[in-house]
């Protein structure tokens, strides 16, 4: 089973700050990553898609990158509807997301 | 516009079963697959299978294999998710999800989500 790990586990920040969060793969799962936010009381979102496919309808701000094992999400300038959880998930084998990454605005 | 419509929420005994339903619209069902994605309260995001609508084969988390059926309606547009031999901590908001036709990737839409509680 390949697990995914994220870091920071939490991350507090005023608006305009760059924010990048990482996700790890306990094996290599090529490009198969995606990025999803999820706010309060709301279904998940797709953001990025195959590492660092961008999805329509997703502010620019938000990039993705990596491949392999380690990837990273950043999101510039930062605003203050981005307060949420945010998952990396792979879909290289059996299918699994990562614990999560809250990030609160300052 | 993609829609997926989820059913209402359930409260079941420990052993029980329930069965949640998807239903979609504004796509060709038989095009994509289905994800099931649970959340225990305060918890993250849990894979627990994934159904080709085109032909019904499936991929089941190691955990869940055994106590999880999921199955479509083409007819219908329709996917179901069944979990038997309900636990305490099967409780969580189940969602389903929009995914590949022919194997698990990106999911792009989700369902509302359906709360599952299982209590004595």
């Known amino acids: 089973e390949i697990v995914l790990t994220q870091s920071p586990d939490f991350q507090s920040v005023t608006p305009k700050e760059k924010v990048t969060i990482t996700c790890r793969a306990s094996?290599?799962?090529?490009?198969?990553l995606h990025w999803y936010q999820q706010k309060p009381d709301q279904s998940p979102k797709l953001l990025i898609k195959?590492?660092?496919q961008s999805i329509s309808g997703v502010p620019s701000r938000f990039s993705g990158s990596g491949s392999g094992t380690d990837f990273t999400l950043t999101i510039n300038s930062l605003e203050a509807e981005d307060a949420a959880t945010y998952y990396c998930?792979?879909?290289?084998?059996?299918?699994?997301f990562g614990p999560g990454t809250k990030v609160d605005i300052k | 516009q993609v829609q997926l419509v989820q059913s209402g929420a359930e409260v079941k005994k420990p052993g029980a079963s329930v069965k949640v339903s998807c239903k979609a619209s504004?796509?060709?069902?038989?095009?994509?697959?289905i994800s099931w994605v649970r959340q225990a309260p305060g918890q993250g995001l849990e894979w627990m299978g994934w159904?080709?609508?085109?032909?019904?084969?499936?991929n089941y988390a190691q955990k869940l294999q055994g106590r999880v059926t999921m199955t479509t309606d083409t007819s219908t547009s329709t996917a179901y998710m069944e979990l038997r031999s309900l636990r305490s901590d099967d409780t969580a908001v189940y969602y389903c999800?929009?995914?590949?036709?022919?194997?698990?990737?990106?999911?792009?839409?989700w369902g509302q989500g359906t709360l599952v509680t299982v209590s004595s």
């Open positions: 094996q290599s799962i090529g490009s198969s």
């Open positions: 504004g796509y060709t069902f038989t095009s994509y697959g």
């Open positions: 159904i080709s609508a085109y032909n019904g084969n499936t």
């Open positions: 999800a929009r995914d590949r036709v022919g194997a698990t990737g990106p999911v792009d839409y």
């Open positions: 195959y590492a660092s």
């Open positions: 998930h792979q879909s290289s084998s059996l299918p699994h």
